[in-house]
């Protein structure tokens, strides 16, 4: 079965309004957590999930891997839209 990311929360961890910039830190139902970096192109523009790394305090959920991979990256829309619907757009 697809691998299917439930994100239960989200925090905005920083935010950088000069350059649109910002991160957010979600963490997974599986207990999995991830920090997104998000940028923004405009003041009302859709921010656009640029980078997503899987932070090392569980295995990962997909590969089991316990140091970095490069799983979560097929999942960032995903986690990236339901991180947004949590937190909204800073
Ligand atoms: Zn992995």
Do not use: W
Not at 19 to 39: A, P, Q
């Amino acid at each position: 079965m697809a691998y299917q990311p439930k994100v239960i929360k989200a925090e905005i961890v920083s935010n950088n309004p000069k350059n649109g910039l910002f991160e957010v830190v979600v963490n997974l139902k599986d207990r999995t957590s991830c920090r997104l970096i998000y940028e923004k192109k405009a003041d009302n523009a859709t921010p656009f999930a640029s980078h997503i790394n899987r932070l090392l305090n569980e295995p990962c959920p997909i590969c089991r891997k316990d140091f970095l991979c490069d799983c979560m990256t097929k999942y960032k829309e995903d986690i990236s839209e339901q991180a947004l619907e949590l937190v909204g757009t800073p």
